[in-house]
Nanobody, 118 residues
């Protein structure tokens, strides 16, 4: 069964940085495109970043482009999200996901809370 464990969230001041990690299991990690999503209270889930398995090509949501960087270490079955110049509007629970389609039952990990506040 596909499962993820996200970590690295926390409370940070505006302008600060965090590095999120997500360890995947239950699938062939180095053959899976990976995505980071976020969901804030009362808001729709948002695709933040995506990285392909084959070439490591990346795409980003306009709101985070230039501030966030997604990367992966296939040997560790881990995908990362480096977040710099954080803003209060980045506050959300961050989840990783296999591909871009979120399962009907929802994300397969607990997520990690990111709070940006002074």
């Amino acid at each position: 069964q596909v499962q993820f464990v996200e970590s690295g969230g926390g409370l940070v001041q505006p302008g600060g940085s965090l590095r999120l990690s997500c360890v995947g299991s239950g699938f062939t990690f180095d053959e899976g495109n990976m995505s980071w999503y976020r969901q804030a209270p009362g808001k729709e889930r948002e695709l933040v970043a995506h990285i392909t398995y084959y070439s490591g090509s990346t795409i980003y949501a306009p709101a985070v482009k230039g501030r966030f960087t997604v990367s992966r270490d296939n040997a560790k079955k881990t995908v990362y999200l480096q977040m710099n110049s954080l803003k209060p509007e980045d506050t959300a629970v961050y989840y990783c996901n296999l591909g871009v389609n979120v399962p009907a039952e929802g994300f397969r990990g607990p997520g990690t809370q990111v709070t940006v506040s002074s």
